[in-house]
């Protein structure tokens, strides 16, 4: 008994979590500010920067692009590119 509670217990915390344990790399193209700023090095005027490309621009093509909003050089974008994709849902 006390192991099924425990055992549920766990899953609800993970769940709870949600995206922030989550294996799921974020989509450039479809994340919210909140979700772009759970990104590593990525706060509220980075992630402005990110949705305003993307509408300016129709969005991204490749991860690569990233290097083309303003404050996002190579090393922000080699930290990056392992938690971000491009993909079509």
Request: hydrophobic share 45%; no cysteine.
């Amino acid at each position: 008994m006390l192991k099924q509670t425990l055992l549920a217990a766990f899953a609800a915390l993970m769940f709870s979590f949600g995206t922030a344990f989550a294996a799921d790399k974020i989509n450039l193209n479809t994340a919210s500010a909140e979700q772009l700023q759970m990104l590593d090095g990525v706060g509220p005027a980075t992630a402005s920067a990110i949705i305003e490309y993307r509408k300016t621009n129709g969005g991204f093509d490749s991860v690569v692009q990233l290097k083309s909003v303003n404050g996002i050089g190579d090393k922000k974008l080699q930290s990056l590119s392992d938690d971000v994709t491009v993909a079509s849902e």
